[in-house]
Protein backbone atom coordinates (compact mmCIF):
# COMPACT_ATOMS: atom_id res chain seq x y z
CA UNK A 1 0.00 0.00 0.00
CA UNK A 2 2.82 2.23 1.06
CA UNK A 3 4.24 2.12 -2.33
CA UNK A 4 1.14 2.36 -4.31
CA UNK A 5 0.93 5.37 -2.64
CA UNK A 6 4.53 6.72 -3.24
CA UNK A 7 3.76 5.69 -7.15
CA UNK A 8 0.53 8.06 -7.08
CA UNK A 9 2.93 11.03 -5.43
CA UNK A 10 5.31 10.55 -8.60
CA UNK A 11 2.48 10.13 -10.76
CA UNK A 12 1.22 13.21 -9.72
CA UNK A 13 4.19 15.49 -9.98
CA UNK A 14 5.16 13.95 -13.18
CA UNK A 15 1.58 14.78 -14.74
CA UNK A 16 0.80 18.21 -13.32
CA UNK A 17 -2.81 17.03 -11.30
CA UNK A 18 -4.15 18.05 -8.34
CA UNK A 19 -7.06 16.05 -8.03
CA UNK A 20 -7.76 12.71 -8.55
CA UNK A 21 -10.16 9.76 -7.40
CA UNK A 22 -9.46 6.05 -6.96
CA UNK A 23 -9.59 2.72 -5.24
CA UNK A 24 -7.21 0.46 -3.94
CA UNK A 25 -5.41 -1.94 -6.87
CA UNK A 26 -5.47 -5.36 -6.06
CA UNK A 27 -1.53 -6.02 -8.10
CA UNK A 28 1.29 -3.97 -7.73
CA UNK A 29 1.74 -1.47 -9.99
CA UNK A 30 5.10 -0.80 -11.15
CA UNK A 31 5.47 2.13 -12.96
CA UNK A 32 3.98 5.36 -14.11
CA UNK A 33 2.51 3.91 -17.15
CA UNK A 34 0.82 1.30 -15.15
CA UNK A 35 -0.13 3.74 -12.29
CA UNK A 36 -1.84 5.89 -15.55
CA UNK A 37 -3.64 2.49 -17.45
CA UNK A 38 -4.76 1.66 -14.04
CA UNK A 39 -6.74 5.42 -13.39
CA UNK A 40 -7.85 5.57 -16.47
CA UNK A 41 -9.91 1.86 -16.17
CA UNK A 42 -11.12 2.83 -12.51
CA UNK A 43 -13.22 6.00 -12.96
CA UNK A 44 -16.30 5.28 -11.73
CA UNK A 45 -19.67 6.39 -13.63
CA UNK A 46 -20.02 9.31 -11.36
CA UNK A 47 -16.54 10.61 -12.31
CA UNK A 48 -17.24 14.35 -13.24
CA UNK A 49 -14.73 16.58 -15.28
CA UNK A 50 -12.59 19.01 -13.16
CA UNK A 51 -13.81 22.59 -13.09
CA UNK A 52 -10.31 24.75 -13.37
CA UNK A 53 -12.39 27.96 -11.96
CA UNK A 54 -13.77 26.09 -8.95
CA UNK A 55 -10.34 24.16 -8.26
CA UNK A 56 -9.11 28.19 -8.51
CA UNK A 57 -11.07 29.43 -5.82
CA UNK A 58 -11.30 27.09 -3.22
CA UNK A 59 -6.99 27.62 -3.59
CA UNK A 60 -7.79 31.16 -2.54
CA UNK A 61 -7.58 31.11 1.53
CA UNK A 62 -10.82 32.14 3.53
CA UNK A 63 -10.18 35.55 5.15
CA UNK A 64 -11.50 35.13 8.58
CA UNK A 65 -13.31 38.27 10.10
CA UNK A 66 -11.23 39.79 13.29
CA UNK A 67 -13.13 41.53 15.87
CA UNK A 68 -11.77 44.79 16.38
CA UNK A 69 -11.41 45.99 20.15
CA UNK A 70 -10.65 49.12 21.61
CA UNK A 71 -10.47 50.70 25.13
CA UNK A 72 -10.58 54.29 26.84
CA UNK A 73 -10.24 54.74 30.63
CA UNK A 74 -12.34 57.10 32.75
CA UNK A 75 -11.90 58.67 35.56
CA UNK A 76 -14.11 61.01 37.54
CA UNK A 77 -13.46 63.23 40.80
CA UNK A 78 -15.70 64.81 43.73
CA UNK A 79 -16.86 68.34 44.41
CA UNK A 80 -14.59 71.06 43.67
CA UNK A 81 -16.56 73.30 46.11
CA UNK A 82 -14.60 76.52 46.73
CA UNK A 83 -15.05 78.61 49.88
CA UNK A 84 -13.21 81.70 50.33
CA UNK A 85 -10.34 80.75 52.33
CA UNK A 86 -9.55 78.45 48.86
CA UNK A 87 -9.54 80.97 46.79
CA UNK A 88 -7.86 83.40 48.85
CA UNK A 89 -4.87 81.21 49.01
CA UNK A 90 -4.91 81.08 45.35
CA UNK A 91 -4.88 84.71 45.06
CA UNK A 92 -1.38 86.33 43.36
CA UNK A 93 -0.29 89.52 43.88
CA UNK A 94 -1.10 90.34 40.65
CA UNK A 95 -4.58 90.17 41.64
CA UNK A 96 -5.22 86.70 39.94
CA UNK A 97 -5.80 83.14 41.00
CA UNK A 98 -3.27 80.23 40.88
CA UNK A 99 -4.67 76.85 41.66
CA UNK A 100 -2.89 74.71 39.87
CA UNK A 101 -0.21 73.96 42.53
CA UNK A 102 -2.79 72.27 44.77
CA UNK A 103 -3.61 69.94 41.98
CA UNK A 104 0.18 68.90 41.60
CA UNK A 105 0.08 65.52 43.51
CA UNK A 106 -3.05 64.11 42.06
CA UNK A 107 -2.00 65.78 38.62
CA UNK A 108 -0.66 61.85 37.13
CA UNK A 109 -3.63 60.07 38.13
CA UNK A 110 -5.77 62.63 36.20
CA UNK A 111 -4.38 63.23 32.99
CA UNK A 112 -3.07 59.57 32.14
CA UNK A 113 -6.34 58.59 31.35
CA UNK A 114 -8.21 59.06 28.30
CA UNK A 115 -11.17 61.29 29.44
CA UNK A 116 -11.45 62.94 33.29
CA UNK A 117 -15.01 64.92 34.42
CA UNK A 118 -14.98 67.25 37.32
CA UNK A 119 -18.26 68.24 39.79
CA UNK A 120 -17.40 71.81 39.51
CA UNK A 121 -19.63 72.79 42.39
CA UNK A 122 -19.65 76.68 42.44
CA UNK A 123 -20.16 78.48 39.30
CA UNK A 124 -17.27 80.67 37.91
CA UNK A 125 -18.88 83.88 37.50
CA UNK A 126 -15.84 85.47 37.86
CA UNK A 127 -14.37 89.05 40.13
CA UNK A 128 -16.99 91.17 38.27
CA UNK A 129 -19.89 89.96 39.60
CA UNK A 130 -17.73 89.75 43.24
CA UNK A 131 -17.00 86.47 44.67
CA UNK A 132 -18.05 84.74 47.45
CA UNK A 133 -18.32 81.32 49.61
CA UNK A 134 -20.99 79.85 51.31
CA UNK A 135 -23.85 79.79 51.60
CA UNK A 136 -23.81 81.51 47.74
CA UNK A 137 -20.73 80.76 46.34
CA UNK A 138 -19.00 82.53 43.49
CA UNK A 139 -15.85 81.93 42.15
CA UNK A 140 -12.70 82.96 39.90
CA UNK A 141 -12.38 81.70 36.59
CA UNK A 142 -8.85 80.52 37.07
CA UNK A 143 -10.09 77.31 38.91
CA UNK A 144 -11.33 76.41 35.18
CA UNK A 145 -7.48 76.89 34.02
CA UNK A 146 -6.10 74.92 36.86
CA UNK A 147 -8.76 71.89 35.82
CA UNK A 148 -8.00 71.70 32.35
CA UNK A 149 -4.27 71.69 33.26
CA UNK A 150 -4.90 68.75 35.77
CA UNK A 151 -6.31 66.90 32.49
CA UNK A 152 -9.87 67.16 32.66
CA UNK A 153 -12.04 67.17 29.81
CA UNK A 154 -15.38 67.90 31.18
CA UNK A 155 -16.99 69.59 34.29
CA UNK A 156 -20.61 68.89 35.12
CA UNK A 157 -22.71 71.85 36.47
CA UNK A 158 -25.74 70.68 37.92
CA UNK A 159 -26.08 71.11 41.49
CA UNK A 160 -27.32 72.90 44.58
CA UNK A 161 -25.24 75.85 43.65
CA UNK A 162 -25.73 76.06 40.31
CA UNK A 163 -27.77 79.35 40.21
CA UNK A 164 -26.60 81.11 43.27
CA UNK A 165 -25.41 84.25 41.55
CA UNK A 166 -28.24 83.66 39.10
CA UNK A 167 -28.62 83.81 35.47
CA UNK A 168 -25.44 86.05 35.43
CA UNK A 169 -23.31 83.69 37.36
CA UNK A 170 -24.11 80.97 35.07
CA UNK A 171 -23.68 82.68 31.73
CA UNK A 172 -20.44 84.37 32.80
CA UNK A 173 -18.88 80.78 33.76
CA UNK A 174 -20.46 79.54 30.93
CA UNK A 175 -18.31 81.65 28.64
CA UNK A 176 -15.21 81.06 30.54
CA UNK A 177 -15.64 77.20 30.21
CA UNK A 178 -16.24 77.94 26.01
CA UNK A 179 -12.97 80.05 25.84
CA UNK A 180 -10.40 78.11 27.56
CA UNK A 181 -12.04 74.78 25.23
CA UNK A 182 -13.51 73.08 28.40
CA UNK A 183 -16.63 70.80 27.99
CA UNK A 184 -19.57 71.06 30.26
CA UNK A 185 -23.04 69.87 30.72
CA UNK A 186 -26.35 70.30 33.59
CA UNK A 187 -26.33 74.36 33.10
CA UNK A 188 -26.81 76.02 29.57
CA UNK A 189 -27.41 79.48 27.83
CA UNK A 190 -30.34 78.26 25.85
CA UNK A 191 -31.96 75.81 24.84
CA UNK A 192 -29.99 75.31 21.55
CA UNK A 193 -26.98 74.84 23.90
CA UNK A 194 -28.95 72.48 26.24
CA UNK A 195 -30.12 70.21 23.20
CA UNK A 196 -26.62 69.75 22.06
CA UNK A 197 -24.85 66.93 23.47
CA UNK A 198 -21.79 66.93 24.66
CA UNK A 199 -19.93 63.77 23.55
CA UNK A 200 -15.94 62.92 23.91
CA UNK A 201 -14.36 60.43 20.95
CA UNK A 202 -11.12 58.46 22.62
CA UNK A 203 -10.02 55.77 20.59
CA UNK A 204 -12.73 55.07 18.71
CA UNK A 205 -15.29 55.17 21.75
CA UNK A 206 -18.06 57.71 21.44
CA UNK A 207 -19.20 58.98 25.32
CA UNK A 208 -22.23 61.10 25.86
CA UNK A 209 -22.36 63.47 29.32
CA UNK A 210 -25.59 64.67 30.87
CA UNK A 211 -26.00 66.14 34.14
CA UNK A 212 -29.00 66.49 36.90
CA UNK A 213 -29.58 68.00 40.35
CA UNK A 214 -31.90 67.46 42.83
CA UNK A 215 -32.91 70.93 43.27
CA UNK A 216 -31.13 74.47 43.79
CA UNK A 217 -31.28 75.34 47.61
CA UNK A 218 -34.92 76.70 47.20
CA UNK A 219 -33.56 79.17 44.38
CA UNK A 220 -36.35 79.48 41.65
CA UNK A 221 -35.25 78.43 37.88
CA UNK A 222 -36.95 81.08 35.88
CA UNK A 223 -39.78 79.01 34.50
CA UNK A 224 -39.14 80.57 30.77
CA UNK A 225 -35.52 79.63 30.89
CA UNK A 226 -35.54 75.68 32.38
CA UNK A 227 -32.30 75.19 30.48
CA UNK A 228 -30.32 76.84 32.96
CA UNK A 229 -30.02 73.74 35.13
CA UNK A 230 -31.19 70.66 34.48
CA UNK A 231 -33.15 69.15 37.70
CA UNK A 232 -34.16 65.21 38.12
CA UNK A 233 -36.80 64.37 36.28
CA UNK A 234 -37.53 61.02 35.03
CA UNK A 235 -39.04 61.18 31.66
CA UNK A 236 -36.91 64.22 30.79
CA UNK A 237 -33.53 62.13 31.47
CA UNK A 238 -35.59 59.17 29.86
CA UNK A 239 -35.49 61.26 26.54
CA UNK A 240 -31.96 62.51 27.26
CA UNK A 241 -30.52 59.52 27.26
CA UNK A 242 -32.36 58.13 24.48
CA UNK A 243 -30.94 60.62 22.56
CA UNK A 244 -27.67 59.80 23.93
CA UNK A 245 -27.79 56.23 22.75
CA UNK A 246 -28.38 57.11 19.21
CA UNK A 247 -25.34 59.11 19.20
CA UNK A 248 -22.60 57.19 21.38
CA UNK A 249 -21.38 54.07 22.63
CA UNK A 250 -21.62 54.96 26.04
CA UNK A 251 -23.86 57.18 28.35
CA UNK A 252 -22.23 58.60 31.43
CA UNK A 253 -24.72 60.45 33.93
CA UNK A 254 -23.92 63.12 37.03
CA UNK A 255 -26.35 62.74 39.38
CA UNK A 256 -26.54 65.51 42.43
CA UNK A 257 -27.95 63.25 45.19
CA UNK A 258 -28.51 61.59 48.82
CA UNK A 259 -27.79 63.11 51.76
CA UNK A 260 -25.47 65.58 53.29
CA UNK A 261 -22.70 63.71 55.14
CA UNK A 262 -24.42 60.27 54.80
CA UNK A 263 -21.85 57.38 53.97
CA UNK A 264 -24.29 54.97 52.56
CA UNK A 265 -26.28 55.18 49.46
CA UNK A 266 -30.17 55.96 50.87
CA UNK A 267 -32.87 53.82 48.58
CA UNK A 268 -33.69 57.31 47.06
CA UNK A 269 -30.17 56.89 45.13
CA UNK A 270 -30.40 53.59 44.50
CA UNK A 271 -33.17 53.63 42.97
CA UNK A 272 -32.77 56.74 40.86
CA UNK A 273 -29.94 54.56 39.82
CA UNK A 274 -31.47 51.47 38.90
CA UNK A 275 -33.83 53.39 37.02
CA UNK A 276 -31.08 55.15 34.66
CA UNK A 277 -29.17 51.66 34.38
CA UNK A 278 -32.46 50.18 32.90
CA UNK A 279 -32.30 53.39 30.65
CA UNK A 280 -29.11 52.17 29.24
CA UNK A 281 -26.65 54.52 30.93
CA UNK A 282 -23.47 52.76 31.29
CA UNK A 283 -21.51 55.05 33.88
CA UNK A 284 -23.21 56.99 36.96
CA UNK A 285 -21.30 59.69 39.05
CA UNK A 286 -22.61 60.97 42.48
CA UNK A 287 -21.98 63.70 44.51
CA UNK A 288 -23.69 66.26 46.90
CA UNK A 289 -22.77 63.58 49.88
CA UNK A 290 -19.51 66.00 50.44
CA UNK A 291 -18.49 62.28 51.87
CA UNK A 292 -17.63 59.19 50.09
CA UNK A 293 -20.31 56.68 49.65
CA UNK A 294 -19.13 52.81 48.20
CA UNK A 295 -19.03 52.05 44.36
CA UNK A 296 -21.79 49.37 43.06
CA UNK A 297 -22.27 47.31 39.53
CA UNK A 298 -26.08 47.23 38.71
CA UNK A 299 -26.77 43.88 36.77
CA UNK A 300 -28.93 44.63 33.80
CA UNK A 301 -31.20 42.03 32.47
CA UNK A 302 -29.46 42.25 29.03
CA UNK A 303 -26.49 40.87 31.08
CA UNK A 304 -24.53 44.28 30.56
CA UNK A 305 -24.37 46.24 33.78
CA UNK A 306 -23.98 49.86 35.04
CA UNK A 307 -21.10 51.04 36.68
CA UNK A 308 -22.04 53.46 39.91
CA UNK A 309 -20.06 55.98 41.79
CA UNK A 310 -22.81 56.69 44.47
CA UNK A 311 -20.78 59.43 45.72
CA UNK A 312 -16.90 61.00 45.38
CA UNK A 313 -16.79 63.20 47.99
CA UNK A 314 -15.20 66.74 48.11
CA UNK A 315 -12.33 66.60 46.39
CA UNK A 316 -11.42 70.52 46.90
CA UNK A 317 -12.87 72.43 49.75
CA UNK A 318 -12.43 73.92 52.79
CA UNK A 319 -14.91 71.86 55.06
CA UNK A 320 -13.66 70.40 58.30
CA UNK A 321 -13.50 66.68 59.78
CA UNK A 322 -11.58 63.92 57.83
CA UNK A 323 -14.29 62.23 56.43
CA UNK A 324 -15.37 65.35 54.72
CA UNK A 325 -11.86 65.97 53.61
CA UNK A 326 -11.56 62.36 51.88
CA UNK A 327 -12.28 62.03 48.26
CA UNK A 328 -11.12 60.38 45.56
CA UNK A 329 -10.61 59.33 41.57
CA UNK A 330 -12.58 56.76 40.41
CA UNK A 331 -11.93 55.28 37.68
CA UNK A 332 -13.00 52.16 34.98
CA UNK A 333 -11.81 50.33 32.17
CA UNK A 334 -14.33 50.93 28.48
CA UNK A 335 -13.51 48.11 26.18
CA UNK A 336 -16.08 48.26 22.41
CA UNK A 337 -15.78 45.02 20.44
CA UNK A 338 -17.38 45.28 17.04
CA UNK A 339 -17.96 42.11 15.31
CA UNK A 340 -20.15 41.06 12.42
CA UNK A 341 -21.96 44.36 12.33
CA UNK A 342 -22.71 44.06 16.00
CA UNK A 343 -21.03 46.92 18.57
CA UNK A 344 -20.75 45.62 22.39
CA UNK A 345 -19.87 47.30 25.52
CA UNK A 346 -17.80 45.90 28.32
CA UNK A 347 -17.00 47.92 31.54
CA UNK A 348 -13.94 46.11 33.69
CA UNK A 349 -11.22 46.79 35.50
CA UNK A 350 -13.09 49.33 38.53
CA UNK A 351 -10.33 51.38 40.50
CA UNK A 352 -10.09 54.05 42.92
CA UNK A 353 -7.69 56.33 44.05
CA UNK A 354 -8.43 57.97 47.89
CA UNK A 355 -7.61 61.73 48.46
CA UNK A 356 -7.26 63.83 51.02
CA UNK A 357 -7.87 67.45 50.89
CA UNK A 358 -4.99 69.49 53.45
CA UNK A 359 -4.66 73.13 54.36
CA UNK A 360 -3.30 74.42 57.84
CA UNK A 361 -4.75 77.23 59.27
CA UNK A 362 -6.91 78.06 56.28
CA UNK A 363 -3.60 77.62 53.79
CA UNK A 364 -1.48 75.81 51.63
CA UNK A 365 -4.30 73.91 50.27
CA UNK A 366 -3.39 70.74 48.32
CA UNK A 367 -5.37 67.76 47.44
CA UNK A 368 -2.54 64.51 47.65
CA UNK A 369 -3.36 60.93 47.16
CA UNK A 370 -3.64 59.23 50.69
CA UNK A 371 -1.05 56.39 50.06
CA UNK A 372 1.11 59.38 49.69
CA UNK A 373 0.67 60.76 53.28
CA UNK A 374 2.80 61.37 56.11
CA UNK A 375 1.21 61.67 60.16
CA UNK A 376 2.39 65.40 59.04
CA UNK A 377 -0.41 65.55 56.89
CA UNK A 378 -3.04 63.15 58.78
CA UNK A 379 -2.28 61.37 62.11
CA UNK A 380 -2.90 57.86 62.39
CA UNK A 381 -3.25 58.31 57.95
CA UNK A 382 -2.35 54.48 57.46
CA UNK A 383 -5.40 53.66 60.02
CA UNK A 384 -7.56 56.13 57.69
CA UNK A 385 -6.55 54.67 54.21
CA UNK A 386 -7.28 51.11 55.28
CA UNK A 387 -10.96 52.31 56.88
CA UNK A 388 -11.21 53.77 53.32
CA UNK A 389 -10.39 51.08 51.38
CA UNK A 390 -12.72 48.57 53.78
CA UNK A 391 -15.16 51.30 53.00
CA UNK A 392 -15.21 51.71 49.46
CA UNK A 393 -14.91 48.34 48.10
CA UNK A 394 -18.09 46.94 50.39
CA UNK A 395 -20.25 46.41 47.40
CA UNK A 396 -17.58 46.01 44.96
CA UNK A 397 -14.67 43.49 46.17
CA UNK A 398 -12.72 43.59 43.22
CA UNK A 399 -12.15 47.67 43.14
CA UNK A 400 -9.01 48.21 43.01
CA UNK A 401 -6.86 50.76 44.61
CA UNK A 402 -3.98 52.26 42.73
CA UNK A 403 -0.25 53.41 43.92
CA UNK A 404 1.65 54.60 41.79
Known amino acids: MKKFMVLIAIYLTLAG ?16 DELNSYIETDKGDDETTPDPQAETEKSQPTEIEKPIVTSASLVAIGDILLH ?15 FIPMFEKVKPFIES ?33 ALKDTGIDLVTLANNHTIDRGEKGILNALSYWNQIGMLYTGAFESQEDRETMRTITKNGINFSFLSYTYGTNGLTVPQDKPYLVNLIDL ?36 DLAHSLSEMGVDIIIGH ?40 GIGG ?38 MFQLTDTYLPNFEAHYIDIQSHMKEFMKELTFIER
Open 235 to 270: PLIKVDVERANQLSDVVVVSMHWGNEYEETPNQNQI
Open 332 to 369: IEVTKVTYQGKTTINLSDPSFVPTYGYYENWRNFEVIP
Open 17 to 32: CTKFQSSSPTDPISSA
Open 288 to 327: HPHVLQPIDWIERSDGSRTFVLYSLGNFLSAQEGVERLTG
Open 84 to 98: QSVYNDAATDQGTYN
Open 113 to 145: ADIAVANQETMIGGKELGLSGYPTFNSPYEIGD
